[in-house]
DNA sequence: CCAACTTTGTGCACACGTTCACAAGCGGTA
DNA sequence: TACCGCTTGTGAACGTGTGCACAAAGTTGG
């Protein structure tokens, strides 16, 4: 009975201090970052993921030589609206130069600080597959800070083997390799019966954050944090966007002609 | 101008009726579907992800010879409260029994239904290097009403090749092939310079939903619906959850103490 | 130095999503 | 039949996220 209520009881809820931040900072630093950090607990985890993308189009822009940026600009190649940005940003500071825009430079500087991307993040992939294989040949997460470190598997076939340049290793070894190793995040790529255990291997050895990629509701202690990719739901959202629009189509209203714009992109510049 | 921003713009807002259902629902259901497609349009986009979810470990609970579950039960199995599966379940209907709870069987129908999994989805991959072959040979879509049924490659070594099966065909075929097949969904796996060239092949083709890899905001008309998956933006979002624990832990403010309960895990199962 | 113009940063209202809490409905039992 | 305990379904409160619209702040040109 009853007892059901533990995830929001134990987790979620800011328990009883709603005060947060507005508290005095009792100068915890005189370096610097002042406010900034008392303010990164209030972005929120929307932005979070908005602000990578950012960074990404801006690492691109810095790289074609743009010295400023407008939040106009920023947000059509980001795809957001640009008020939605500018709020975005406004969350981790005020950097812009208001009747100019943004140097490039600085705002690359100021996300990659909230999102902690000054320090490196070793990456630990466990289950070298179909999957796995894909994730350790891969070269694009090593240049934005997360090289994978260590790789992990069960087979005995695999282990010794190198994939992308690392041996893999026993599952066995997962405590030693990733303490030796620093690992901060777990990938999990193995079979879905099997990624609670591995979950539990990696929490135990200390990694606390996971990217799961098994489709399975994993349970993990509140310090980690999980997040899951899941392909078949993913799909599943487009085949209902597919039914939907299917049913309107049936309906036959007045929308399925579709006169508003001509299919060139869904952003408007002007 | 104005319309911008197509994915809200054009689809979440209820028009003008507030009714939605407390109407007195005069004559529960003889013939099929009639509110029901209404109530579509209404299903929160969140929702839809989750009812995925619900899906996947009802069948589990389906081979496991489970009849009927409770809310609590699947809610616990799905990893949500069970008033958000309850909210989420009410917006396809009411299928539940009172004091009983859901028949599986009935569950996984309707929700099927809701998700337009009734049809399969013919679904093409756009890229066979690393992550193209990972998709290709996995088996867990044609399962889910996903059959993967085409592959496309500029690479000439790689055309003609079978993966998985499917033979890889030029993309300058994407056309034929896509109408012959019938794919409704496109997987893009290339690298992200090709990304847009491929989005723009794969719509002209009639193809009306995309899963993109490519780390690219791909810019498509109204009537596509896209969904990306970003394992950068993914890891950068741990990264930022460490990154703000550090500074939690840093500060050594008094909310460590709290001790409303230790927990060892988000759920309590009782 | 001022006026005109540009772009940021944000208060505010609204839309969306989550959670609570309870009446309504059902099965079982006396 | 009448009662009782259990579970659903949902109104309503609440919290989070989005977008508008504008004052503040800067630049440019005269
Ligand atoms: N391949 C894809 O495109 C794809 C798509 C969606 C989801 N997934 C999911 O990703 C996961 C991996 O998929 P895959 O196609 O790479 O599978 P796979 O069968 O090719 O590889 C699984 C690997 O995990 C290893 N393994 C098994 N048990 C293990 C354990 N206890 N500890 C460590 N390693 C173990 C196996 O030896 C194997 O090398 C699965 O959960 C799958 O559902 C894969
Ligand atoms: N592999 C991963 O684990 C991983 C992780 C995150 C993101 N991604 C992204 O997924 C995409 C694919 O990654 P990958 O590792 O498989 O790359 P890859 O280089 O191994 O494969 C890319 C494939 O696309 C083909 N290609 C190139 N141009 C094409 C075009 N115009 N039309 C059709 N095919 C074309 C190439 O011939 C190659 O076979 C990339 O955008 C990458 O950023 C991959």
Redesign the pocket.
């Known amino acids: 009975?009853a007892a059901q209520?533990g995830?929001?009881n134990g987790v979620?809820d800011?328990p009883p201090a709603p005060t947060a931040a507005e508290i005095t900072t009792p100068i915890p630093r005189v370096a610097e970052v002042p406010a900034a950090r008392d303010r990164a607990r209030a972005i929120?985890?929307?932005?979070v993921a908005r602000l990578a993308v950012y960074l990404r189009v801006l690492s691109g822009m810095q790289e074609q030589g743009a010295g400023t940026?407008?939040?106009?600009e920023l947000a059509v190649a980001a795809g957001?609206?640009?008020?939605?940005l500018?709020?975005d940003?406004?969350y981790i500071g005020?950097?812009?130069?208001?009747?100019?825009?943004?140097e490039v430079v600085v705002l690359i500087e100021e996300i990659e600080r909230i999102l902690g991307l000054t320090r490196k993040h070793s990456v630990a992939v466990v289950g070298i597959g179909n999957l796995g294989h894909a994730l350790a040949n891969y070269g694009g997460f090593p240049g934005r800070g997360f090289p994978v470190t260590a790789l992990f598997d069960v087979d005995p076939d695999l282990v010794g083997v190198p994939v992308g340049g690392i041996p893999v290793d026993h599952i066995d070894d997962i405590p030693r390799v990733c303490a030796e190793r620093e690992v901060s995040i777990g990938v999990i790529a193995t079979p879905p019966p099997a990624a609670q255990a591995v979950c539990d291997r990696l929490v135990e050895a200390g990694v606390q954050c996971i990217l799961n990629f098994a489709p399975v509701v994993l349970q993990v202690p509140d310090h980690v944090e999980v997040r899951k990719v899941d392909l078949a739901v993913e799909l599943q959202v487009l085949s209902f966007h597919v039914a939907r629009r299917a049913d309107d189509a049936a309906q036959g209203d007045g929308v399925a002609g579709m006169g508003p714009d001509l299919q060139v992109n869904g952003m408007v510049v002007s």
Not at 80 to 84: G, I, P, Q
């Open positions: 009975m209520r995830q929001r979620g800011t929120p985890e929307a932005a940026v407008s939040s106009e957001v609206n640009s008020a939605k500018r709020k940003l406004s005020s950097y812009g130069t208001r009747g100019v825009g943004y």
